[in-house]
């Protein structure tokens, strides 16, 4: 084998698996005997080293190598030239130190934004940052298309990150719960993946006793199947859009009943009195009670009258999911849910109160003993460079360097940037309205991109580095649980493939920053100092890590036993408010905030609001357009990751991504099970296979992120990506966010043959 294992323990965010491997490639993939309810992405594992997506050597695009000209129209049309690693490293080095003296690093775009590995050093986002840190700094970019709004708006009103441990665990809603209502349901195959790793998978054995314990849980959304079918539910289907007008009618039959918690909303917040104004219509004249709230959704004005009164007098936690908040307006959801829970007077009391994202990365799956410590990483270096962007606003930078925008109560400008580097992501996945983004990508003088396969990213790229995945390499890996682990090297790199680290190092001796860059550590040795890094840290908190061979020996090391139980940031400020005050300006959850206030965004103002959407089924747009699209995650891959492997190839319909739809839709357009329809707006169109059900309410339509763009000539994906059809428009001033859930379509059947997929195919190459 020459140096890498047979049966490696490979840890990836979607959980451990046995990787056998030769010197052709992967043999055998197996799941971690350790966990009982695996992940099924596991088995694409096998198509690691599939030749028709993996690039095999550094190449750059002909037509950018000939002219130097800076245009990129021919961007994903022109061959590739293979060159040597010599000859792109000296490439890339040039490029950079030309705009760097001709412009500065102010134009120089750092967009590493994946999730390329789970490992603590094979980490592309810290390894790409460094390097740039490390010349001079680059132009960042601020929260996630994951979470934008509620990392923005939540620590405005509870002072708290949304990544903080905010919510019960489920641990402890078994042991003191009663009730759940859960916005956007708890979508059971998104607990496949969690940041950093994950040996074992618990939300299967902890949420199937949910019925055993007569725990009841309210699913409000369009989707049945968003809470799994081992889990007892009541399905409550909403229109996409409408939660913060269904918690209005909700909040208001509390105020007008004398059902809210006054001595918690007194001792515990600031803001209640305008809030109340605003719901029952004191402060407009609009009362926003049951019956407005029924007349924008469809439901009847008595259910949610009912379900305001089951919330009260019992242990009730809400949940909200991170698909209300990708959507215009996207902070209102989050805000009026906690303001909602807040009027029940629970939060901060065990299985109470609320929670953010459940049912998404492994929230609330480990318990009440959380680690106490830091893992270590690699330090990515301070950046010189002061200018940023939210996000999801790629776009609009490139589009219009030097124009103002709005960020979190701060005015801006957007840089000019002529070169982006991206490592281990793919904008082309996770960015909206791709025909606007095609464009835009158009712009830049030099694309580089390092990534092991042939993403629509790296298609379009002027350079091109392929990097090893993590079959392919050691790494120590930890991530939200109770445990690390050692991920072994289960294969040779395919190819010419190199790790990132060795990439930065040699451009950085290039650069002249080799010794600073590497701190005169090679792989071996930064692995081993990250993980004595962790060793130091769990010291100091009183947990003992084993060294790193034993490490290395026992490969899963789980130190629960050793965490003691730790009470989070809202239950010590629900039993002493004044001794444990919360990080906002009064101490307490602000549910009218005189700092939004003073921003002055009627996009999102100092209290909750109802803010009617351009894109949803109560919208003018919507007798165009009169399907309301959702693009959730994928069952079958990470995002796109893999979506070459067998397991997302599987799913799929006539080689297209699945769009399901209720039975009256697909019958009212003659489409049954296994069509092909074209999914349709002003801003493009895509084909996807058709699948029909009654566990999704009428007039929503389901899309999952991920499949790999492939447009044809006239820029209408083949394939079924979402992307192509969701707005690039912001949830508002204030976070800034994606907007992907705000999207109306129209669906129709698909005559004619159907056109010819490309998305796996390599792009031509030629000889130098």
Same mark, same amino acid.
């Given at each position: 084998?020459?140096?890498y294992?047979?049966?490696?323990?490979?840890?990836?965010?979607?959980?451990?698996?046995?990787?056998?491997?030769?010197?052709?490639?992967?043999?055998?993939?197996?799941?971690?005997?350790?966990?009982?309810?695996?992940?099924?992405?596991?088995?694409?594992?096998?198509?690691?080293?599939?030749?028709?997506?993996?690039?095999?050597? /550094?190449?750059?695009?002909?037509?950018?190598?000939?002219?130097?000209?800076?245009?990129?129209?021919?961007r994903?049309?022109?061959?590739?030239?293979?060159?040597?690693?010599?000859?792109?490293?000296? &490439?890339?080095?040039?490029?950079?130190?030309?705009?760097?003296?001709?412009?500065? =690093?102010?134009?120089?775009?750092?967009?590493?934004?994946?999730?390329?590995?789970?490992g603590?050093?094979?980490?592309?986002?810290?390894?790409?940052?460094?390097?740039? =840190?490390?010349?001079?700094g680059?132009?960042s970019?601020?929260?996630?298309?994951?979470?934008?709004?509620?990392?923005?708006i939540?620590?405005?009103?509870?002072?708290l990150?949304?990544?903080?441990?905010?919510?019960?665990?489920?641990?402890?809603?078994?042991?003191?719960?009663?009730l759940?209502?859960?916005?956007?349901?708890?979508?059971?195959?998104?607990?496949?993946?969690?940041?950093?790793?994950?040996?074992?998978?618990?939300?299967?054995?902890?949420?199937s006793?949910?019925?055993?314990?007569?725990?009841?849980? @309210?699913?409000?959304?369009p989707?049945r199947?968003?809470v799994?079918?081992?889990m007892?539910?009541?399905?409550?289907?909403?229109?996409?859009?409408?939660d913060?007008?269904?918690?209005? +009618?909700i909040?208001?039959?509390?105020?007008?009943?004398?059902?809210?918690?006054?001595?918690?909303?007194?001792?515990?917040?600031? +803001?209640?009195?305008?809030?109340?104004?605003? @719901?029952?219509g004191?402060?407009d004249?609009?009362?926003?009670?049951?019956?407005?709230?029924?007349?924008?959704?469809?439901?009847?004005?008595?259910? @949610?009258?009912?379900?305001?009164?089951?919330?009260?007098?019992?242990?009730?936690?809400?949940?909200?999911?991170?698909?209300?908040?990708?959507?215009?307006?996207?902070?209102?959801?989050?805000?009026?849910?906690i303001?909602?829970?807040?009027?029940?007077?629970?939060?901060?009391?065990?299985?109470?109160g609320?929670?953010?994202?459940?049912?998404?990365?492994g929230?609330?799956?480990?318990?009440?003993?959380?680690?106490?410590?830091?893992? +270590?990483?690699l330090p990515?270096?301070r950046?010189p460079?002061?200018?940023?962007?939210?996000?999801?606003?790629?776009?609009?930078?490139? !589009?219009?360097?030097g124009?103002?925008?709005?960020?979190?109560?701060?005015?801006?400008?957007?840089?000019?940037?002529?070169?982006?580097?991206?490592?281990?992501?793919?904008?082309?996945?996770?960015?909206?309205?791709?025909?606007?983004?095609?464009?835009?990508?158009?712009?830049?003088?030099?694309?580089?991109?390092?990534?092991?396969?042939w993403?629509?990213?790296?298609?379009?790229?002027?350079?091109?580095?392929?990097?090893?995945?993590?079959?392919?390499?050691?790494?120590?890996?930890?991530?939200?649980?109770?445990?690390?682990?050692f991920?072994?090297?289960?294969?040779?790199?395919?190819?010419q493939?190199?790790?990132?680290f060795?990439?930065?190092?040699d451009?950085?001796?290039?650069?002249?920053?080799?010794?600073a860059?590497?701190? #005169?550590?090679?792989?071996?040795?930064?692995?081993?100092?990250?993980?004595?890094?962790?060793?130091? =840290?769990?010291?100091?908190?009183?947990?003992?890590?084993?060294?790193?061979?034993?490490?290395?020996?026992l490969?899963?090391?789980?130190?629960?036993?050793?965490?003691?139980?730790?009470?989070?940031?809202?239950?010590?400020?629900?039993?002493? /408010? !004044?001794?444990?005050? &919360?990080?906002?300006?009064?101490?307490?959850?602000?549910?009218?905030?005189?700092?939004?206030?003073?921003?002055?965004?009627?996009?999102?103002?100092?209290?909750?609001?109802?803010?009617?959407?351009?894109e949803?089924?109560?919208? /003018?747009?919507?007798?165009?357009?009169?399907?309301?699209?959702?693009?959730?995650?994928?069952?079958?891959?990470?995002?796109?990751?893999?979506?070459?492997g067998?397991?997302?190839?599987?799913?799929?319909?006539?080689?297209?991504?699945?769009?399901t739809?209720?039975t009256?839709?697909?019958?009212?357009? #003659?489409?049954?099970?296994?069509?092909?329809?074209?999914?349709?707006?002003?801003?493009?169109?895509?084909?996807?296979?058709?699948?029909?059900t009654?566990?999704?309410?009428?007039?929503?339509?389901?899309?999952?992120? +991920?499949?790999?763009?492939?447009?044809?000539?006239?820029?209408?994906?083949?394939?079924?990506?979402? =992307?192509? &059809?969701?707005?690039d428009?912001?949830?508002?001033?204030?976070?800034?966010?994606?907007?992907?859930?705000?999207?109306?379509?129209?669906?129709?059947?698909?005559?004619?043959?159907?056109?010819?997929?490309?998305?796996?195919?390599?792009?031509?190459? @030629?000889?130098?």
């Amino acid at each position: 084998m020459d140096g890498y294992a047979r049966g490696a323990l490979v840890g990836t965010h979607w959980g451990h698996f046995r990787v056998s491997a030769d010197a052709s490639g992967i043999r055998d993939v197996q799941p971690y005997e350790g966990d009982d309810n695996p992940s099924r992405y596991g088995s694409s594992l096998a198509d690691g080293f599939d030749a028709s997506v993996r690039i095999p050597q /550094p190449m750059v695009r002909k037509a950018w190598l000939e002219t130097r000209d800076g245009s990129g129209r021919s961007r994903g049309e022109g061959p590739f030239v293979p060159v040597s690693w010599d000859a792109a490293l000296d &490439l890339v080095a040039a490029e950079l130190e030309r705009v760097r003296k001709t412009h500065g =690093n102010g134009a120089i775009f750092g967009g590493s934004y994946g999730w390329a590995s789970a490992g603590r050093f094979h980490h592309a986002q810290s390894q790409i940052h460094r390097f740039l =840190n490390g010349i001079g700094g680059y132009v960042s970019s601020r929260n996630s298309y994951s979470a934008a709004a509620a990392e923005v708006i939540v620590p405005h009103v509870l002072g708290l990150s949304p990544y903080g441990v905010i919510e019960p665990s489920y641990e402890e809603i078994l042991d003191h719960g009663s009730l759940m209502v859960a916005f956007g349901g708890v979508c059971p195959h998104n607990n496949q993946v969690v940041p950093g790793g994950v040996p074992h998978h618990h939300d299967r054995a902890l949420l199937s006793q949910f019925r055993a314990r007569g725990i009841e849980l @309210i699913n409000v959304g369009p989707m049945r199947q968003d809470v799994p079918d081992y889990m007892d539910q009541c399905w409550m289907p909403v229109r996409p859009g409408s939660d913060v007008a269904l918690m209005m +009618g909700i909040a208001h039959e509390l105020i007008t009943n004398d059902l809210c918690d006054l001595p918690f909303l007194t001792t515990h917040t600031v +803001g209640f009195e305008d809030l109340a104004a605003y @719901i029952t219509g004191q402060s407009d004249g609009c009362v926003r009670d049951a019956d407005w709230a029924a007349g924008l959704f469809g439901i009847g004005a008595d259910r @949610i009258r009912a379900l305001a009164r089951k919330m009260v007098g019992r242990r009730t936690v809400i949940a909200l999911s991170l698909s209300m908040q990708r959507a215009e307006y996207g902070e209102q959801p989050y805000f009026m849910g906690i303001a909602l829970a807040a009027m029940l007077g629970q939060i901060g009391l065990p299985g109470g109160g609320v929670g953010l994202s459940w049912g998404n990365n492994g929230r609330g799956l480990y318990g009440t003993r959380r680690i106490n410590f830091s893992w +270590g990483k690699l330090p990515q270096g301070r950046n010189p460079v002061p200018d940023f962007i939210p996000v999801a606003r790629i776009a609009d930078m490139l !589009e219009n360097p030097g124009a103002p925008f709005d960020y979190d109560g701060g005015r801006y400008a957007y840089p000019d940037i002529r070169l982006i580097y991206w490592a281990g992501g793919n904008p082309y996945h996770h960015h909206q309205d791709l025909g606007r983004f095609e464009r835009a990508w158009e712009r830049p003088e030099t694309i580089i991109v390092q990534d092991s396969v042939w993403t629509a990213s790296a298609r379009r790229a002027d350079i091109v580095l392929p990097a090893t995945t993590f079959l392919e390499r050691e790494d120590v890996v930890c991530g939200m649980g109770q445990s690390v682990s050692f991920s072994a090297q289960a294969a040779a790199p395919y190819a010419q493939a190199r790790d990132d680290f060795a990439i930065f190092s040699d451009l950085a001796r290039r650069m002249g920053t080799f010794d600073a860059f590497t701190e #005169g550590r090679d792989t071996a040795q930064w692995i081993r100092h990250i993980y004595q890094q962790s060793r130091d =840290n769990a010291a100091a908190a009183g947990i003992q890590l084993p060294d790193f061979e034993t490490l290395r020996a026992l490969e899963v090391v789980d130190v629960t036993d050793q965490l003691p139980r730790s009470p989070h940031p809202l239950e010590r400020f629900h039993d002493d /408010p !004044e001794g444990a005050p &919360l990080g906002t300006p009064s101490g307490k959850i602000e549910l009218s905030s005189d700092r939004l206030a003073a921003f002055g965004y009627d996009d999102c103002p100092r209290h909750p609001v109802w803010l009617e959407r351009k894109e949803w089924l109560g919208a /003018p747009l919507a007798y165009r357009f009169p399907l309301h699209l959702l693009s959730p995650q994928p069952q079958n891959r990470l995002h796109s990751q893999f979506d070459f492997g067998r397991a997302s190839r599987e799913a799929k319909i006539r080689g297209r991504e699945v769009l399901t739809l209720s039975t009256a839709d697909a019958a009212a357009r #003659g489409l049954a099970d296994g069509d092909i329809a074209r999914v349709f707006n002003d801003r493009g169109e895509t084909l996807a296979g058709v699948r029909v059900t009654d566990d999704l309410m009428p007039g929503v339509a389901q899309l999952p992120t +991920g499949a790999w763009y492939d447009p044809d000539e006239e820029g209408i994906d083949r394939h079924g990506n979402p =992307n192509v &059809l969701c707005p690039d428009r912001p949830t508002s001033r204030l976070a800034m966010g994606p907007t992907a859930q705000s999207c109306l379509v129209e669906v129709e059947k698909h005559t004619g043959p159907l056109p010819e997929m490309r998305a796996f195919t390599p792009p031509r190459l @030629i000889d130098e």
